[in-house]
């Protein structure tokens, strides 16, 4: 079993009240779990949102705190409810209704990984599958909805940036679209999950390091911006897509010439995010 559920990276002083979380960076593949898998130790890792925790991890020096799954998304999808059971995948389950993401097997605990390429070579245990929900969904979503309560508390508001990657070819896909080629998506669920004011703020932290951003197409975000923003209540969700072509290399999920770069890059957009729930700005506006 993966070591830890989660890895939490505090600020020194608590100054925003953006909480910055990583939900597909883990990458912590133990050998009981390949060993039952049809797949090598690099296909496993195609749907991972690899090094997008090194990519953010300078948010706390920005008084913000840096939550990031220690269980890798092909043996657990903490960005899925926790009762989207693939009955394709875990016996005993019943089909309910129709759940595109369970349906494509991209359910709490996933059938396939990045192409459709199957992860098992037959079903799983319920037993198995409550066990990965139990030590590893269950403490995840108490630690981001603990410290997503502690800046409400703290600041009236909380805005949590969801980071994640996207493959470059779904990118190419937008770009036919809409003409345009993104290298960030935000995604907002069309504005359910995050107020205007606060999504434009965000979109021009990007637009100012010189980014090309589009929003919610072709992500709008998913289970954990649907569940968490509640603009209406001062709490905001905002999922973030980086296009992977920019800093690593896909097909060998590795780091490219340009990580470095585009990593400095980022840190002044976690520091301009990181400003928006700043308490010295909110002190000094009021």
Known sequence: MPKVAYHLDLPDAATS???????????DYPWSFLRNTVLDEHSIRSSEDAYVDRLFDCAPQFGAP????????????????????????????????HNPRVASGLGVVPRVVANGRAI??????????ERRIARYWT???????????????????AILIDCHSMPHEAVASAARSTGARPEIVIGDRFGASA????VDRVEAAFQAAGLVVARNTPFAGAYITQH???PARCRHAIQIEIDRGIYMDEARIRPNAN????RRTLRSVVSSIAAIGNREQRLAAE
Do not use: Q
């Open 195 to 198: 107020g205007g004011e606060i």
């Open 259 to 262: 990580f470095h770069t585009f």
């Open 139 to 157: 403490p995840y979503h108490a630690r981001l909805r603990d410290l997503l309560d502690r800046a409400h508390d703290a600041f009236g508001e």
């Open 17 to 27: 009240c953006v909480v910055f979380a990583s939900p597909h960076s883990g990458r």
């Open 66 to 97: 840096f939550l990031r799954a220690g269980a890798p998304r092909a043996f657990i999808d903490v960005n899925r409810a926790a009762d989207e059971l693939d009955p394709a995948l875990i016996e005993g389950v019943r089909r309910s209704g």
């Open 120 to 129: 098992y070579r037959g079903k799983l245990p319920l037993s198995e599958a």
């Open 228 to 230: 968490y923003g509640r």
